[in-house]
């Protein structure tokens, strides 16, 4: 199905293991993103890439690697996960042709636990 | 920096009733404006946008006003469903600019 999905939907780790969340959108939007999102806090970008190679970081970068080999694919790693890293994860993709116009469109989220 | 402030949640109205979410935003430059909606469960849908001073944004009965002069970007519906119960995030993104900042989120639950 065309869109934008996000794997897996739910997860459990332990603290000190590394996760990764996979993101794919099938509109071949240049630019994709990812959130967290917490109680209190809204949604927080953690990093956004503008095309395949070029990522940069967001507002809460730390603890968290991510690349973009190919422009349908955002996958994002946590290097060592630690608990104030559970949370709602949304990844996010948008057109680059028109900036001020374009809309992104969100997955369904990741909830990831970390124990 | 750029900052959203939302009114604080939940919200909690009968069917039918008028609905008002207050958005008030501080940026620099000339920000777009957008409301999302978030259902249980799902992910952020966009509701509607706006990209400059005096623009009315509209969809499914909602609507939000892009006001320069008091900075806000309030949503309003005339009469709520059940159906409209989900969390309504405020957001803004300035001029070509790659990342959308988002206020904490209004929860709205509409009871019969």
């Known amino acids: 199905d065309a869109g934008i999905t996000q794997s897996p939907r739910y997860k459990i780790t332990e603290t000190g293991r590394q996760v990764t969340l996979m993101c794919h959108q099938t509109?071949?939007?240049?630019?994709m993103f990812w959130y967290r999102q917490d109680l209190g806090h809204g949604l927080r970008l953690i990093y956004y890439?503008?095309?395949?190679?070029?990522?940069d970081k967001g507002e809460v970068p730390d603890g968290y690697v991510v690349s973009r080999s190919k422009t349908e694919n955002f996958p994002l790693t946590l290097e060592s996960a630690t608990r104030s890293q559970t949370s709602v994860y949304f990844c996010a993709s948008r057109n680059g042709t028109f900036l001020r116009q374009e809309t992104q469109y969100f997955g369904p989220g990741t909830r990831l636990l970390v124990l | 920096g750029n900052s959203v402030t939302q009114m604080e949640g939940p919200v909690t109205l009968s069917e039918e009733a008028f609905l008002t979410i207050n958005c008030t935003y501080t940026?620099?430059?000339?920000?777009?404006l957008f409301w999302y909606v978030q259902y249980p469960g799902e992910g952020l849908q966009l509701l509607l946008k706006?990209?400059?001073?005096?623009d009315k944004g509209s969809n499914k009965g909602f609507e939000a006003t892009y006001r320069k002069e008091t900075t806000s970007f309030h949503l309003e519906k005339g009469s709520v469903q059940v159906s409209d119960s989900a969390v309504y995030f405020c957001?803004?993104?300035?001029?070509?600019?790659?990342?959308?900042?988002f206020g904490t989120g209004t929860q709205l639950k509409v009871e019969l």
């Open positions: 509109w071949s939007h240049s630019y």
């Open positions: 957001a803004l993104r300035t001029g070509g600019g790659n990342k959308l900042t």
């Open positions: 940026a620099t430059g000339y920000p777009s």
């Open positions: 706006a990209t400059k001073a005096d």
């Open positions: 890439s503008a095309a395949a190679d070029i990522t």
